[in-house]
């Protein structure tokens, strides 16, 4: 389908943190690949525009997963009986070290893609491994699927297997050059991010090399924060002279700002000064509840930093979490931010549908710039979901369907997918 056109259907969106918008028998219009706007009345200007009619089904901006671990995919569902460091002990290195095999890398991540591909999400902010030649692969795989993404090939020259560590921190920051240099236009609808491991993975010297290469490439970061008891104590010891562990990447300049874009995986456990650091920095938080449920690392305090008006989108976490979908993320994020409410600190109320579905579409969607909504001037990410198979959805209003789609929506129930205004099917 061309980048002019109209869909007709049960459209929703977000308006806010709070507000949904929602039109019965709509008609969302694409112009030049960015939403033009939401109608009740086709006006005749777009009359000429191709038209896909979908009455009855819902039309949703497409989700945005902040953060996933691509190599992670094929195990997902192990190891749930763990922590963290001995998750990643155990499962987690093992695994990423045969991607050392670009051959079992194709495959692999060609499993991760498909069902990214016929997921509700649209755009990514992905983790592959150390490994440049099958970072590319996956990059060269995602940008025939028609999504968009940022993929990070992974830093880490300590604390990790000899499979995985990087020979020193100078050789990691020369393949990470390698790799941006190798990539340079090449793709379209594909960029890097640069991808500290976390903190504990990384020495000093080598996030100075990583801090270098981001003020001279202007790349976004991305990486893990305050997941998990242990980690942070770990933190601690390695980087004795930081505040907190947010600190710690702030000595190196990679903790957000105008010029360091930045996503910070999860935030569990963030102290006060680190929440206000977060905060005035801009960095992004990726909130990924049922990898933080499935790892016993704990409950983040999403509420409050919705409320408190920090940068925040969801991730699906894979493998820590065991689905792309980000209409499971959505759920277990109201479910967790309940037994928060009830057991942990009441002065938060849960997260509602409203608040779940802005930061799995809005509020992730900022990292890419103006998209997850269907206000005009934001570009089209948008899927359309079939909710007929969870009994006479015409008596429910458009918000109960919405509800609906959270807890009972499969990967079959998406008919169609458009990507920055591009329909991928």
Known sequence: MEKNFVCKGDICYSKDARTLETCKDGYLVCENGVCA?????????YSAFALLDVTGKLILPGFIDLHVHAPQYDYRGLGMDLELLEWLDIHTFPEEAKYADPLYAKGKYAQFVSEMRKSPNTRGCIFATVHRQSTEILMNLLEESGLIAMVGKVNMDRNSPDSLREKSAEVSALDTIQ????????YTRVTPILTPRFLPSCSDELMKRLAEIQRQYRLPVQSHLSENPAEIAWVRELSPESRNYGDA???????GGKECPTIMAHCVWSDEEEIVQMKERGVFIAHCPESNTNLA????PAKRY??????????????GGTRCSLFFAMAEAIRVSKLRWRLVDATWAPLTVPEVFYLATMGGGAFFGKV???LPGYEMDAFVLDDSRYHRPEEY?????????????EDRDVLHKFVGGRQIF
């Open 37 to 45: 706007g939401v109608f009740t009345k086709l006006p005749e200007k």
């Open 297 to 300: 690392s704990g409950i983040a």
């Open 306 to 319: 919705l409320e408190e008006g920090i940068s925040m989108g969801l991730g699906s976490d894979v493998a």
């Open 179 to 186: 790799w941006i240099a190798q990539i340079s236009g090449k």
């Open 249 to 255: 990447y702030d000595r190196f300049g990679l903790f």
């Open 397 to 409: 209003r458009i918000e109960e369907r919405l509800e609906r789609a959270i807890y009972l929506s």
């Open 372 to 374: 997850g909504t269907f």
